[in-house]
């Protein structure tokens, strides 16, 4: 009789729904592994919050972030991955199978694991910028820009990061003012140069933020130039954070080996410190950090999955040596 008390077990459960996730759901599931991937909440990681992605290779006109994860979910759904809404709360990898708990829909077991939760986006830590958190200031242009029609924004950043949102802003906003706290930018040439050339697009370069002003919305920041010392008072409206990404691996903090930086420290490309846990994308990958590089590392860290699942299963099935 099956074990009740057993939470439901399964080959490969893959943690996370970006590009990396959901391209180890397509392998390990041709594969014939029937994947769950427990999607997180929200599902889709960062390029819900993407608009036009134009290095996927296969998409010569580009194609909207959101669209491209569906279709992805798309193609692992149809060789029978299943999908879980909901998020791992903690996870148990000392234990074989290991077994991971979540949210609201009890555990599971799995065989092997895939980590691919990508990572956040990063925020100043001022007590006034959260304090303005939803009230004009925001980290996702994408999800916010509509609603700064006709108003002058301040976005914090430098790099590929700061340029898209802020092109992105410019087709809402009247002005859009990059803060950068050094005097050379990090982002790739092409998106700093299209920001540099856009007629919406200002910079002010050794420059931080000291203070969000406004108390129930966001009027203006108080700025600092790092070099002179001097501080000025730009009056806007939003002001947008920009400022990078930290990956997503509380859940996994003392259960895996970490890096120093909070990324999944691994070896033999998809590896982490545990046998049979596997990671992909952002959640370790921070010198890449695109979509199609995680869309990659999740085809290998299935494909390590599957190997290392066959050579467990060929060693259980050896018979004892004779003597
Ligand atoms: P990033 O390259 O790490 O840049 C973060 C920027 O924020 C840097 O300019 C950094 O300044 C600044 N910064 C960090 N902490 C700060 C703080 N506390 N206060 C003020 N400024 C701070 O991150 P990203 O722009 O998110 O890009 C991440 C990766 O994704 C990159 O590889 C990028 O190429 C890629 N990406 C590509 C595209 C695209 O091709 N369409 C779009 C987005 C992202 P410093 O320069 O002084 O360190």
Redesign the pocket.
């Given at each position: 009789m099956p074990d009740e008390s057993r939470p439901r077990h399964a080959r490969v459960v893959i943690v996370g729904s970006g590009p990396a996730g959901l391209t180890a759901a397509i392998y390990t599931a041709r594969a014939n592994l029937k994947p769950v991937v427990v999607g997180g909440v929200p599902a889709g990681g960062q390029l819900m919050i993407?608009t036009d992605?134009?290095?996927f290779p296969g998409f010569p006109e580009g194609i909207q972030g959101p669209e491209l994860v569906e279709r992805i979910r798309q193609q692992a759904v149809r060789f029978g991955t299943e999908f879980i809404d909901d998020q791992v709360t903690s996870v148990d990898f000392s234990r074989r199978p290991f077994r991971l708990k979540l949210g609201s829909r009890g555990a599971l077991e799995a065989d092997s694991v895939i980590l691919a939760t990508g990572a956040n986006a990063?925020w100043?830590?001022l007590p006034s910028e959260q304090k303005l958190r939803g009230h004009g200031v925001s980290a996702c242009a994408t999800c916010d820009g509509f609603f700064f029609r006709g108003k002058e924004l301040a976005l914090?950043?430098?790099?590929?990061?700061?340029?898209?949102e802020a092109l992105f802003l410019t087709r809402f906003a009247t002005r859009v003012t990059i803060?950068?706290?050094?005097s050379?930018?990090?982002?790739?040439k092409i998106?700093a140069d299209r920001a540099l050339k856009h007629p919406k697009i200002s910079f002010r370069f050794d420059t931080?933020?000291e203070e969000v002003l406004g108390d129930q919305t966001v009027e203006g920041v108080r700025l600092r130039n790092v070099r002179s010392g001097e501080s000025a008072v730009l009056p806007v409206q939003g002001l947008f954070i920009?400022?990078?990404?930290d990956p997503a691996t509380d859940v996994f903090r003392g259960h895996v080996e970490l890096e120093p930086n909070g990324y999944v420290k691994t070896h033999q490309v998809t590896r982490t410190s545990v046998e049979g846990v596997f990671a992909a994308g952002d959640v370790y990958d921070h010198?890449?950090?695109?979509a199609v590089s995680a869309a990659g590392f999740g085809c290998m860290a299935a494909i390590d999955a599957e190997r290392w699942l066959e050579e467990q299963d060929s060693a259980a099935e050896k018979p004892p040596a004779t003597r």
């Open positions: 993407t992605v134009e290095n990063r100043l830590d914090v950043g430098g790099g590929d990061s700061a340029m898209e803060l950068h706290r050094r050379t930018l990090r982002a790739s998106m931080v933020v920009a400022i990078g990404y010198r890449y950090r695109q």
